[in-house]
């Protein structure tokens, strides 16, 4: 776990440089998704590739930039899924964006998920990586310094309500207007790393991308974004659920699956259950 560690610091730092730097138009392709990518998600994604090839460790690689997984050393334990910048289209107004990691070993499934990191591109560069803990690590003259750990509050003050609204089910949008009526406040920038992190290092609150109209399955893909912050924020202390069942027990099809999403402080999640379990 070492090797996968110092390789994402490596690709954190190149990844920093080629946002400072690099070109941010559009290229010609589309992702799975069906997203027009960036030259920035491409050169993204081959930095991280590049580096993941160097670690024995690592067995297969899957990218929310490319189709199809990729097998990296027969002997490697590790199965690797990530999101070389997750909220890439946020670069061309200067928000925050963010690496999302999750590691497993033997298969691409929830219930093997061993570790998970993020990195979070702001004013500042900060890297979060989880095993057991949850530990904040923060990019000063050229080198990841641990920070602190975090722990979830039980109840936060902070809201993040993604998906059109327009869209929403009703009870949903009565829930978050519930929220809002109780004094929580609005925290949602479109990038799912800060808006988490925000969260996270604020002591708690709700982050929520739900079902809608238009997207039933959610927006946010399972492999890539959805399943890394569950187990961040239960190792956290804090819960991740679909609106049903805790997100690290659903499976994934097909490595592109979406879901809806909660991610929060114990609080915050024990109401959606109870609003999505008379709604059910
Ligand atoms: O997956 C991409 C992403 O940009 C997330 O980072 C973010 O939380 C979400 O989409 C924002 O979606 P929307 O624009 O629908 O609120």
């Known amino acids: 776990m070492r090797d996968i560690f110092d390789a994402i610091q490596k690709s954190a730092k190149r990844i920093k440089v080629a946002i400072d730097t690099k070109d941010i138009g559009y290229s010609q392709q589309e992702n799975s998704s069906g997203e ?19 670690v024995a460790s690592i067995h297969t690689i899957a990218s ?22 997750d909220g890439s289209s ?9 690496s999302i990691f ?9 219930d093997k998920m061993v570790a998970a990191c993020y990195v979070v591109y702001g004013p500042r560069v900060e890297m979060v990586f989880v095993e057991n803990k949850v ?26 309500p993604g998906g059109t609204q327009q869209n ?14 109780e004094g929580y406040r609005l925290r949602y920038s479109g990038g799912m790393v800060p808006d988490l992190h925000q969260i996270l290092l604020k002591g708690g609150g ?7 109209s238009d997207k039933p399955e959610g927006k946010l893909r399972r492999l890539f974004e959805v399943f890394p912050f569950a187990f961040v924020y239960e190792k956290a202390g804090g819960e991740a659920v679909d609106g049903k069942e805790r997100i690290l027990d659903l499976c994934c099809a097909h490595i592109h699956d979406t879901s809806p999403c909660f991610f929060g402080s114990k609080s ?5 259950k109870e609003v999505y379990a008379a709604n059910a």
Request: aromatic share 14%; net charge negative; charged share 30%.
């Open 36 to 54: 027009t990518q960036l030259e920035l998600d491409i050169q993204c994604d081959m930095i991280i590739e590049e580096e993941f090839s160097r």
């Open 64 to 85: 929310e930039e490319k189709e199809h997984e990729e097998l990296l050393h027969e002997n490697g334990k590790y199965f690797i899924a990530y999101d070389p910048l």
């Open 90 to 98: 946020l670069v061309d107004v200067n928000l925050s964006v963010g």
């Open 102 to 110: 999750g590691i497993y070993e033997g298969a691409f499934s929830s």
């Open 135 to 160: 530990k904040l690590y923060l990019l000063q003259a050229g080198d990841f310094e641990f920070v602190k750990e975090i722990r979830l509050n039980e109840k936060g003050k902070l809201m993040a």
């Open 168 to 181: 929403w089910p009703t009870y949903h949008k009565a829930m978050i207007d519930g929220f809002f009526a």
């Open 206 to 212: 709700l982050f929520s991308y739900p079902a809608t």
């Open 268 to 272: 915050e999640v024990a109401k959606v």
